[in-house]
């Protein structure tokens, strides 16, 4: 299952690459795809890719449906623990 996970944007550099806070994993993002996202928004993160700046209100509520489901989490966003156990 492939899922555009909410994300609040840490920092850009110049290339618009950007570190994303989504439930305290943070990940590298491409924003060439919004290149409106600034520092401090969310961003539906699909595939290394921000695909569409949110609301903080819509992130907020996607994010609390996802803490509700922890076997997608684990493939979605696994800490360093769960990826080895997948690995």
Do not use: N, W
């Not at 695909?51 to 907020?60: F, K």
């Not at 684990?74 to 623990?81: A, R």
């Amino acid at each position: 299952m492939c899922l555009a996970v909410p994300g609040k944007i840490q920092s850009i550099d110049a290339s618009r690459r950007a570190t994303v806070d989504m439930l305290g994993v943070t990940r590298e993002a491409s924003l060439r795809l919004v290149p409106e996202a600034q520092v401090g928004d969310y961003v539906l993160v699909h595939a290394g890719f921000g695909i569409q700046v949110i609301d903080p209100e819509e992130a907020h509520e996607t994010l609390e449906l996802l803490r509700e489901m922890p076997d997608v989490l684990v493939y979605e966003l696994p800490s360093k623990d769960d990826a080895a156990a997948l690995a």
